[in-house]
Nanobody, 112 residues
Framework: VQLQASGGGWVQAGGSLRLSCAAS????????MAWYRQGRGKPRELVAD??????HSADSVKDRFTLSRDSAGDTIYLQMNNLKPEDTGTYYC????????WGQGTQVTVSS
């Protein structure tokens, strides 16, 4: 399974970005998909995930970020609104089959 993440960039505080993560290869048995992020000098943290049709978001992004999954089930999106400087970091997508796969990361920079 390969993951291709895209959509990162630079934005001013209050702006929006949409991240995409497309899975290819043996995607039939995807159990869950998620976005994580890692700020400089910080541990990687869960932003949002979807499993069994249910989504979960970290408290820090609730009401600002929305995770969705396409009908084919092999692409997830993270719509990020009202971005804040503390949202800056590298965003990674992850999928779980019987193995965990990570995407290459996409940088999000929010300036104040």
């Amino acid at each position: 399974v390969q993951l291709q993440a895209s959509g990162g960039g630079w934005v001013q505080a209050g702006g929006s970005l949409r991240l995409s993560c497309a899975a290819s290869g043996s995607t039939v048995a995807i159990n869950g998909m998620a976005w994580y992020r890692q700020g400089r000098g910080k541990p990687r943290e869960l932003v949002a995930d979807i499993s069994g049709g249910r989504t979960h978001s970290a408290d820090s992004v609730k009401d600002r970020f929305t995770l969705s999954r396409d009908s084919a089930g092999d692409t997830i999106y993270l719509q990020m609104n009202n971005l804040k400087p503390e949202d800056t970091g590298t965003y990674y997508c992850k999928i779980e089959t019987d193995t965990v796969y990570w995407g290459q990361g996409t940088q999000v920079t929010v300036s104040s």
